[in-house]
């Protein structure tokens, strides 16, 4: 069973921590505004455990998308024969979206991105790289290490 218990937030504003825990799993915390919303969350994620489709997303909602490029780039890419993502994966590092935290890119930010690549790539030096390996960094990303990182929570792009 959950459990909501106000507390003064930023600014003395009240807000509303919700804490799940159940035996076996691990403890889910997370703040909110209302205490509707937090029932609400509290309710999925209770939810999900009773139906057993609870992944922890704990890790997907605090690593950055640039954290895990330099992790692909420190452990895939080192083990490559050729160096050419290098290029790709440095530019991805350099947007915008991979500040943002794995759980919350969506689909729409990675198309949106890779147009931007191809508008930027027209005539210069990473056209010949982004015709043959843009797609595996983010590819592999999506499918979160092929499994082999424990990065939970929903795929954003398939």
Excluded: N
């Amino acid at each position: 069973m959950p459990s909501f218990i106000p507390r003064k937030g930023p600014g003395g504003k009240r807000v509303w921590p919700a804490h799940v825990r159940r035996r076996g799993y691990p403890a889910q915390v997370r703040t909110f505004d209302t205490k509707a919303e937090a029932e609400a969350w509290a309710g999925d994620i209770e939810s999900e455990i009773r139906h057993g489709t609870f992944v922890s997303r704990t890790e997907a909602e605090t690593t950055t998308l640039r954290e895990a490029l330099c992790r692909y780039q420190a452990e895939i890419v080192a083990r490559k024969r050729t160096k050419g993502e290098d290029a790709i994966i440095r530019w991805w590092a350099d947007l915008p979206l991979a500040r943002c935290p794995i759980a919350s890119v969506r689909g729409k930010d990675i198309a949106a991105a890779i147009k931007t690549l191809a508008a930027c790539a027209r005539g210069g030096p990473l056209r010949a790289v982004m015709a043959r390996r843009q797609p595996c960094a983010i590819v592999f990303l999506v499918g979160i290490g092929g499994g082999l990182w424990p990065l939970g929570g929903p795929r954003p792009v398939s």
